[in-house]
């Protein structure tokens, strides 16, 4: 076997990829050519340092949980006119049966909106373990709003409310009553506040309405078509005050 | 789409969405990006499951991954990156000495990697960390096997010098 034939297949060779009788040439020219064993050596390195260093990631558990959200969501779709009909033609009746079905989504499994409550709580609880609360770190509102672009489909209001006492931590994007949501996050004292928005296309406006879950305060209002809600341990009466405060300004 | 083949989605993609984010992470160099990236190619995949006839779902999974990702960098060429907790978090000195050694060490190779043209990245990525075959890889790349070959070669020739690998035995 020629040098060139050999570095060719020092790779195949490497990863198993070769079949027997070829590597019994390979490996009768490595034993009497040095410059080809270099070679081999080289690129055997190298896989090896790679293989050995732990290279893989592990998805994060609310993609996870946002895709199995999105299947589940997609199971309750009807079968045939994704595939069978010109796309075109259904696009615009596609966009309004999504819009329809997830308004209806909302109004047929959340009657009361506790469900809902108890979604936003769960959300909360979870937001406080180390590393869910924020996926993008500022109190710089104008740092924080546009990260939400293309993430989620209604852009929250972001403000700084410093004056009123409550520092802006940062912004993340969770899952929430079978939606993505942009949630809002601000501290007061060792306290955190989840805000979370979506959009409910006519629904008319709301004043804010106090409720207590799991010891957790929550206030949610409506205005210029997006639902609001505010989730936290800190007491009702300061809650009220930030709610106060995004809904003055 | 019918219950049964949803159910047979969950069964046999769901399980590979670690390695589709390995992958997206390696092509879009950016966790959140990464994420939508994944997300998408989850309801593609399922979008399209019908025309999934058998053979390795992970291949077929990650030849999604990798059209998506491919479609991400040509829309966003140019965008800055946003910060990222997760590389915030790394600053944090909580791990002992070894793992420190041991994650640094990661961070170099890691970086090592995403330094790659795509054209190599790929082809590392698929046959070092996913360990795909050259056929499976030939496929999911959509280059002939010979190609797969020489991309790989010239893949480990540029991490070996990046890495300084096989210095001490030739110095």
């Given at each position: 076997m020629r040098c060139d034939t050999c570095r060719e297949l020092l790779n195949a060779r490497i990863d198993n990829e070769l079949p027997a009788a070829e590597v019994a040439d390979v490996d009768q020219h490595l034993a009497s050519c040095a410059t080809c064993t270099a070679e081999y050596r080289l690129f055997a390195q190298t896989h090896r340092t790679l293989s050995e260093a732990h290279l893989r990631y592990t998805a994060p558990d609310l993609l996870k949980a946002r895709i199995r959200g999105a299947i589940a969501q997609e199971r309750h779709e009807?079968?045939?006119?994704?595939?069978?009909?010109p796309w075109w033609r259904f696009a615009a009746a596609g966009i309004v049966i999504a819009a329809m079905s997830s308004a209806l989504t909302f109004a047929v499994t959340r009657p009361s909106g506790t469900p809902v409550a108890n979604d936003l709580v769960a959300s909360h609880v979870r937001s406080?373990?180390?590393?869910?609360?924020?996926?993008i770190v500022s109190t710089n509102q104008h740092n924080v709003k546009p990260w939400f672009n293309g993430r989620v489909d209604v852009s929250p209001p972001v403000m700084d409310l410093a004056q009123q006492g409550?520092?802006?931590?940062g912004g993340r994007v969770d899952y929430v009553g079978g939606r993505t949501v942009p949630v809002v996050v601000y501290a007061r004292r060792q306290h955190y506040i989840n805000l979370y928005a979506w959009p409910v296309a006519d629904a008319a406006p709301a004043d804010p309405q106090t409720s207590m879950r799991n010891g957790y305060n929550l206030m949610s209002w409506r205005s210029q078509g997006i639902q609001h809600w505010a989730v936290s341990d800190l007491n009702a009466r300061e809650l009220a005050e930030l709610v106060k405060a995004l809904r003055t300004m | 789409m019918p219950e049964h083949d949803v159910e047979r989605f969950e069964r046999i993609i769901l399980p590979h969405l670690d390695d589709a984010y390995t992958l997206a992470r390696y092509l879009v160099r950016d966790s959140h990006a990464a994420q939508d990236v994944v997300q998408d190619a989850a309801l593609r995949a399922l979008r399209y499951f019908d025309g999934y006839r058998g053979g390795d779902a992970r291949a077929w999974l990650l030849s999604i991954v990798r059209n998506v990702s491919l479609t991400w960098r040509q829309r966003t060429a140019g965008d800055a990156h946003t910060v990222d907790i997760a590389d915030i978090g790394v600053a944090g000195g909580h791990e002992t000495d070894a793992a420190a050694i041991e994650s640094s060490e990661r961070e170099r190779i890691v970086g090592a990697i995403e330094s790659l043209p795509e054209e190599f990245r790929e082809i590392i990525v698929l046959r070092?960390?996913?360990?795909?075959?050259y056929k499976e890889i030939s496929t999911v790349v959509g280059v002939p096997v010979g190609t797969v070959m020489s991309r790989l070669a010239r893949g480990r020739k540029r991490l070996a010098a990046l890495l300084g690998v096989g210095v001490e035995e030739a110095g």
């Open positions: 009807a079968p045939s006119v994704r595939r069978t009909r406080l373990q180390p590393g869910h609360l924020t996926d409550f520092t802006l931590v | 070092e960390i996913e360990e795909l075959s």
